[in-house]
C-alpha cells in the first residue's frame, strides 16, 4: 500500500503569495509557454526563479485568478516557487 511521509523536517522561513492579474492574451502566453512566461515576468521585478511547479489547471483552461508562491528555507538553500490558479467560486 502507497505511503506517504516527511524524510526530514523542513521550516521554511518565509512564504510569499503574489497575486497575478492578466490579460486575455496574457493568459494565452502563460498557457503555451508558462515557465518562460513566469521567468520573464518575476526576472524583470528582481526576482530570481530557481524551480517553477505549475497547477496543471493553468494549462487546461482560463483560471479567475493566479498567485504565485514563493517557499524560500535558508536552512536547505532551497527556493521553490508554485504558480497556482485560483478558482474564485
Not at 523542513?10 to 512564504?15: C, G, L, N, Q
Not at 521585478?45 to 493553468?58: A, E, F, V, Y
Amino acid at each position: 500500500m502507497a505511503t506517504v511521509h516527511r524524510p526530514t523536517e523542513i521550516d521554511a522561513s518565509a512564504v510569499e503569495i503574489y497575486r497575478i492579474d492578466l490579460t486575455r492574451e496574457e493568459q494565452s502566453e502563460l498557457r503555451s509557454a508558462p515557465e518562460k512566461f513566469m521567468r520573464k515576468l518575476m526576472e524583470r521585478d528582481g526576482h530570481t526563479i530557481n524551480r517553477l511547479l505549475i497547477d496543471t489547471r493553468i494549462l487546461d483552461h482560463e483560471c479567475a485568478s493566479y498567485e504565485l508562491v514563493h517557499v524560500l528555507s535558508p536552512d536547505h538553500r532551497r527556493s521553490d516557487h508554485e504558480l497556482r490558479c485560483v478558482d474564485l467560486m
